[in-house]
């Protein structure tokens, strides 16, 4: 059984009683205390179009467990960004119900992922982005 | 300005075999488009029961072109318990007991809340945490 922790830190200074939360998990199969065993391993991909791109693709694993999908734009800029969504292929929009959220340069996300759908993501520019992005999968 | 920082390691020793796995990440939350930090949060903690059905954790403002984000962990500690996390109709994935997800959210939707609901009986102690960009407070009905 293999054993892989992910450890969140988030702190702001929003509230005038400063905000810090500290949260370990290890990441389990469905239902049970043993620990995932398979991953895609990291993956690197550079865009250079708006096009919209499968990174996940639903049919590689198994529907409705415990899987995880780690994704983070290695880029610096504030002002460009990628789509998020949760769709076979459509391109995402701010105004899609599918559409999870941005991603702009050094954001990351960690989520659950039934996959049932394939994660897709639509670059906001043809400037040269990179995505990583990495499956946790039962 | 507010300055909210969201950090993650993720490890393992055994996951790739001859290749310990070590990623560390982190991000400062800034507004759309900007360097200026998110202004508004909600905190909270609440107890599930899979009788409820799915239940909406946070309405979306339907405010295009924002950044959101949000944390939740499911704080039980029966693996049986896991919540099943949902933006309108598109279920993200189960939540299992212990477990946390960070993501951004997407607001340019009105339908867009964020709903949660718990599976397994018993009851499922769960807490959040949702940054937003937005200075428009939701309208008094």
Redesign the interface.
């Known amino acids: 059984m293999?054993?892989?922790?992910?450890?969140?830190?988030?702190?702001?200074?929003?509230?005038t009683n400063p905000?810090t939360?500290i949260?370990e998990?290890?990441?389990?199969k469905?239902?049970?205390?043993v620990g995932?065993?398979e991953?895609t391993?990291?993956r690197t991909k550079k865009f250079a179009a708006e096009t919209a791109v499968v990174i996940v693709e639903q049919d590689e694993f198994t529907n409705?467990?415990?899987?995880?999908v780690?994704i983070?734009n290695t880029g610096t800029s504030?002002?460009n960004f990628f789509y998020?969504a949760?769709h076979a292929s459509a391109a995402a929009?701010?105004?899609?119900?599918?559409?999870?959220?941005?991603?702009?340069g050094?954001?990351?996300?960690?989520?659950?992922?039934?996959a049932?759908?394939n994660i897709t993501v639509a670059p906001s520019t043809t400037d040269a982005m990179t995505l990583e992005f990495?499956v946790?999968q039962e | 300005m507010a300055t909210t920082t969201a950090t993650v390691s993720i490890t393992s020793a055994d996951l790739t075999p001859g290749m310990a796995l070590g990623i560390s990440a982190d991000t400062t939350l800034y507004q759309t488009g900007t360097t200026t930090g998110l202004e508004l949060v909600d905190v909270g903690a609440g107890r599930l029961t899979q009788a409820s059905g799915a239940d909406s954790l946070q309405e979306a403002l339907g405010t295009a072109d924002t950044s959101n984000w949000i944390y939740i962990c499911n704080n039980s500690t029966d693996v049986e318990q896991y919540m099943k996390i949902g933006i309108h109709d598109t279920v993200i994935g189960n939540l299992g007991s212990g477990e946390w997800l960070w993501m951004p959210w997407n607001m340019g939707t009105a339908d867009n809340e964020i709903n949660i609901e718990a599976e397994a009986s018993g009851t499922i102690p769960y807490e959040y945490a949702i940054f937003k960009s937005t200075f428009t407070l939701p309208a008094k009905t």
């Open positions: 293999a054993t892989t922790k992910a450890q969140i830190t988030i702190q702001s200074d929003i509230t905000i939360i949260k998990m290890t990441m389990h469905f239902q049970s205390n995932l065993e991953t391993g990291l409705d467990k415990a899987s995880k780690y983070r504030k002002e998020v949760k929009s701010d105004t899609a119900a599918v559409t999870l959220g941005k991603l702009y050094g954001d990351w996300m960690l989520i659950p992922y039934l049932d759908v990495m946790f």
